[in-house]
């Protein structure tokens, strides 16, 4: 149980950064300097990286001991828990967007005054940076912006791309293991069927969803379209990523007993 609450808690953590991921464009438009954001938000990454990388052999451990059990079962609710937490974590993420993009945006300005990462976090540990950080929070939902909300010229279908690409990125890992514990003598062959999803998952992000965005926050930079176009592109992605962890709940099983049927016609060969 300790091991489930743990992992629930690394995948929260997890998809709140990649949800606060999209606020970077924002930042990066409000600054006029995208490159430094980009480049400083991987030292944020990072933490979900480590995050990942605890996760992945508790998650391991607790299919294994589930086997050794026999308790496999109850392995389809453990795992609906995990996505359920991934939908958490995004709209945890999706609300701290708004005190996030003024945090950084600083922290950006900082970073190219100081020159230097470590001058930057001890500016941010610093009595000036707690004050910094005080005065950028902000409430998650601003009426007076919610009034101005329109939606931007922006393609439906790379939105929609999205949300599909998140349901599948989200249940990836998850579905391979599960389908692994239903054939235990042929788990690592379903284990390593998790790249097939997500490497296509992730192709499609690549080539359909992170150009177009990118398109829309360098015509923002440009001027060639209002700086509101990336805001509304940003809230638009952010809900999809949550809806895309929804979905997941529905694909999962399928996703699974898919996984099933090609390491059964592996096994065979």
Known sequence: MKRLILVLILTGVIHAVDTLSYSVRIAGVQTKRLAI???LFNLIVLVSRLANTIQAPLLGSIVDLAIAREETAWLAVDFREIIFAATVGSIIGALLIPSFVGIFSRGILIFEESGSIPRLFMRCFS?????????????????????????????????????????LLTIGVLSSIYAGALIPNFRLTAGQLSGLVNGTAT????????????????????????????????????????????????IFIPAAEGLLFVTKILARH
């Open 37 to 39: 954001a980009l480049s």
């Open 127 to 167: 009595r000036q940076g707690y004050q910094a950080v005080r005065r950028n929070l902000k409430p998650p939902l601003e009426i007076e912006k919610v009034k101005k909300f329109r939606m931007a010229n922006l393609p439906k279908t790379f939105l929609i791309l999205n949300v599909l690409i998140t349901s």
């Open 203 to 250: 192709i499609l992000l690549a080539m359909l969803v992170d150009p177009r965005a990118a398109v829309i926050t360098d015509q923002a930079l440009r001027g060639n379209r209002p700086e509101l176009d990336v805001k509304v592109m940003v809230v638009l992605l952010v809900a999809g990523k949550i809806i895309g962890t929804l979905l997941g709940q529905l």
